[in-house]
Structures are given as C-alpha cells and as structure tokens.
C-alpha cells in the first residue's frame, strides 16, 4: 500500500505556525506566504493551462481566418479564370497534384486550404464547358 502523501502526515494548521518557529531561528528570514507545495504547483499548473488554452484559441481564430481568406481568394480567381478553368476540364487537365510528403503543418494547412476552396471550386465545376468556352477574358 503506497504511503499517503506528505502533506498529510503533517498536524493541520502548520502552514500558519511556521512563520512562528522560523523566526527566532533567524529573525532576517521571510516568511510571507506559507502554502502547501500542492497548492503552489496547482496554482502554477492552472496558469499554464490557462495560457495553453489561450494559445489554442488565437490558433484555431488564425486557422479560421485563413481558411476565410483562402475562400475569398479562390472565389475571385475562379471568377476571373472561368474560361480557363473551362479549357482544362475539357481538355481532362484538371487531375490535381499527385501524393506529397506531409508534414503536420503543411498538412493542416493543406486540409484547411482544400476545404476552403471546395465551394468555389464545385461551383465551377457546374459551369457547363461550353459557357465557359464562351467567356471573353
């Protein structure tokens, strides 16, 4: 059976009394705030969590925010290359890059990107040849 943990072997109420007994020992020693060890890397562990979360949500805010940007962006070049577009899918170009190394970070962003551009990229795709044939550009 494992020993209970130091703290509790202790008489309740030392925290207060060790300013007391330290005192006469050396009377230059500062004692301000006597706390449990638990409570003190508690504290510490919660203001780590606290700035982890923080960290995580400026994060996922700048991942949205690109992923937003990366939808405007293909929206207006779709819009602008209509005609192109409508080339290389009669032409059967479109086949899109083969298997790449992903690293996690490319990979993410290459996850969000893909997503983002999804819509506008449908939405082209709808487009019947012929109209984007017509297109002047």
Not at 48 to 66: D, Q
Not at 96 to 117: D, H, M, R, S, Y
């Amino acid at each position: 059976m494992p020993s209970p943990p130091l703290l509790d072997r202790f008489p309740t109420g030392i925290s207060e009394r060790l300013p007391e007994i330290g005192a006469p020992i050396d009377p230059a020693l500062q004692m301000r705030r006597v706390v449990p060890q638990s409570d003190f890397y508690e504290k510490l562990r919660s203001v780590w969590r606290m700035m982890a979360w923080g960290a995580g949500i400026v994060t996922l805010t700048v991942l949205l925010l690109a992923a937003a940007g990366m939808h405007a962006l293909m929206s207006f070049t779709i819009a602008q290359r209509t005609r192109e577009i409508g080339i290389r899918s009669a032409a059967g170009v479109g086949l899109g890059p083969g298997a790449a190394l992903l690293v996690t970070v490319p990979a993410v962003i290459t996850i969000v990107a893909a997503f983002a551009a999804l819509g506008p990229a449908r939405r082209s795709l709808r487009v019947p040849t012929v109209d984007a044939l017509r297109v002047d550009g």
